[in-house]
């Protein structure tokens, strides 16, 4: 029986999630998409669903689905995990699948926290900064499904909710848990639907979470998540597991990245492969073809897969990608662009990779959607906010080390790193 259910809006964000609770000595394992059977074994299940660009009432209704699974698998709390860039838009989903999950669990009220200081992820006045940079001057503005114009969240989230949305400022979250869990009773009892917590550092995190041990729902980015852990040593139904919480099978088989994240990170990253590995950059807006580019892709990796990763990518910087999406339309361009980067996956895989980066979260969900993958149990940090993770090979499938990258997250050599290389 799970300790914490959570239903994580993208797949990169739920093996973030995952990865957080793992560090905190919890096992987790990440279903994909709704559970219809039995849920694994493990202290956190985490629903991974591909709702944060979805039509508002499919993420609803999907969202619903899973915390049904979970509070009947017996999940003592319900988690929604969304991106510690709060990327939504102003029709959803954030506020829609939050709102149904409020009413459903009958609770009233839940706090609203995205930060993820380590990631450079900061709450202050209710303004969501990455790194030094407002969220709509951080290049999140140029995000081809979700840009981000505004870093006021009370306002973003105001937007998206039929319900009501209060700060709990900085000056009340220094003063710790007691006075915090105080502030958003007296929030819930006054009406408001919605706190967004301030946060910029780890120790402030943990004591929101500290505070909220008794909340039906927590929503947020993975940060929120440091202090679950020890409410439920709290009150004595987890055990310390430490690090064995992040064990896996060993890895073996050829190594490959993808990538379909147009972030800046991903591009970076790119950047740094072509010096370091066979890469191959495609041209989508010369060729905006799936079956061509996947056809150029596995030509192109012929001769080349080993231990040494090799590095495929559709991502382009900002103008290209308003270029194609001007041809295309946004929706067309996004999905062309997934078909054909889970094409080459598939392919991949096909010719022995058994350890495979994919970088993006829509991204991965289109790739982990086409390999077939049902679960993945989540094993060691390579960077924050990305672990390994390893997937439980379906009937007659191929057992598979995957690590789902957010576009944004990891070190410049990450696509190296990762491999150990
Ligand atoms: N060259 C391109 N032109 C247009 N869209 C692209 C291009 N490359 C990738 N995309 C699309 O951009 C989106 C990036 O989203 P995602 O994978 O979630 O990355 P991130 O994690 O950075 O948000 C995907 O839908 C992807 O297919
Ligand atoms: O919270 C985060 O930043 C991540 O867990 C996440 O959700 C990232 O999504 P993508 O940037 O779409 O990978």
Known sequence: MPLLGCIADDFTGATDLANTLVKGGMTAVQVIGVPTGPLPEADVVIVALKSRTAPVAE????????????????????????????????????????????????????LAN??????????????????????????????????????????????????????????????????????????????????????????QLVAIGEAAADHALITGGSGIAMGLPANFRAKG?????????????????HAAVVAGSCSRATLGQIGYARDHAHTLELDVLA????????????????????????????????????????????DAAGALVEHAVASIAEGLVARGVRRLVVAGGETSGAVVSRLGVTALRIGPEIDPGVPWTYAEPAKGGTPLHLALKSGNFGTRDFFLKAFGV
């Not at 209704?61 to 979970?70: Q, R, Y």
């Not at 430490?242 to 064990?247: F, L, Y």
Request: glycine share 10%.
């Open 59 to 110: 993420a609803v209704a999907e969202s619903l689905a899973a915390c049904e699974a979970l509070l009947a698998a017996g999940s003592r709390q319900i988690f929604f995990k969304y991106c510690s860039t709060f990327d939504s838009t102003d029709e959803g989903n954030i506020g829609p699948v939050a709102d149904a999950l409020v009413r459903r669990l009958d609770c009233g009220f839940a």
């Open 114 to 203: 995205p930060a993820f200081p380590t990631n450079g992820r900061t709450v202050y006045q209710g303004h969501l900064f990455v790194g030094d940079k407002l969220l709509n001057e951080s290049g999140m503005e140029n995000h081809p499904l979700t840009p981000m114009r505004d870093a006021n969240l009370v306002r973003v989230l105001g937007r998206q909710t039929t319900g009501t949305v209060k700060l709990v400022p900085y000056s009340v979250v220094e003063q710790g848990a007691t006075v915090i869990r105080h502030t958003m009773t007296g929030l819930k009892e006054s009406g408001w639907r919605y706190a967004i917590v301030d946060a910029v550092t780890d120790a």
């Open 237 to 253: 139904l987890l055990p310390d597991r430490g690090e064995a919480a992040a064990a896996l099978p060993p890895m073996q088989g």
């Open 287 to 330: 060729t905006p073809d799936a079956a061509a580019l996947a056809r150029q892709a596995l030509g192109w990796v012929e001769g080349k897969l080993g231990d040494h990763p090799v590095v495929i990518a559709a991502s382009a910087p900002p103008e290209k990608v308003a270029a194609l999406q001007a041809k295309l339309g946004r």
